[in-house]
């Protein structure tokens, strides 16, 4: 309100804000899956990742809230099992739960949300490898779309399973995956 220094650090600021947002922006895990299936630079390859984002929605959309649900689930139940079974282990088994015992467990509690937190770990780290997977195969797959589009690809060349072509076309019902064979030039 009245100070212009003020007012000349604050648009300064801004400036430096945006841009960092607008940089920012680009940095996902998409745009790695572009410089390791173009070989492009990040800047390069964080533009292409949004365009085929942005003009692949639909499938990307149903892709991560299906592996979102799948996720959940396994992490959810490799948690649970891996839990439960150290549970059995330490009621069941004499080595931990006799009292006479070197191995004698007497309070369980702890061991066991040390074990359910060391599973969970390990099973959101698997799930994780899992997202990425998924997302880069349907990456690759809009990518080759777009080429084959773009005639950079021959149209009868495939590279993903048909079954994969499927299953984004028609859904899970239609997808059989007794003919996946596939090629990496034309037939």
């Not at 949004?50 to 990307?60: G, Y």
């Not at 330490?90 to 040390?114: C, E, G, H, M, R």
Request: aromatic letters at 12%; charged letters at 15%.
């Amino acid at each position: 309100q009245g100070n212009a220094v003020g007012a000349a650090a604050a648009s300064c600021c801004t400036c430096c804000l945006t841009c960092f947002q607008k940089t920012i922006v680009f940095l996902n895990k998409n745009a790695y899956i572009d410089i390791a299936v173009n070989s492009n630079g990040f800047c390069h390859g964080a533009r292409n990742a949004l365009w085929t984002i942005a003009h692949n929605l639909p499938e990307i959309g149903i892709l991560n809230g299906a592996t979102w649900i799948i996720q959940l689930a396994c992490i959810g139940s490799i948690t649970s099992f891996s839990t439960w079974m150290v549970y059995l282990g330490l009621t069941q088994l004499d080595y931990f739960n006799d009292p006479t015992s070197t191995n004698y467990v007497q309070d369980k509690i702890p061991a066991l949300i040390a074990a359910g937190f060391i599973s969970f770990v390990v099973a959101f780290s698997f799930m994780n490898v899992f997202d990425m997977v998924a997302d880069t195969i349907l990456y690759c797959k809009a990518v080759e779309e777009n080429r084959r589009a773009k005639g950079l690809l021959d149209a009868r060349c495939r590279y993903a399973p048909r079954s994969l072509d499927r299953l984004i076309e028609n859904g899970p019902e239609d997808s059989d995956a007794s003919d996946d064979y596939y090629n990496g030039g034309p037939s």
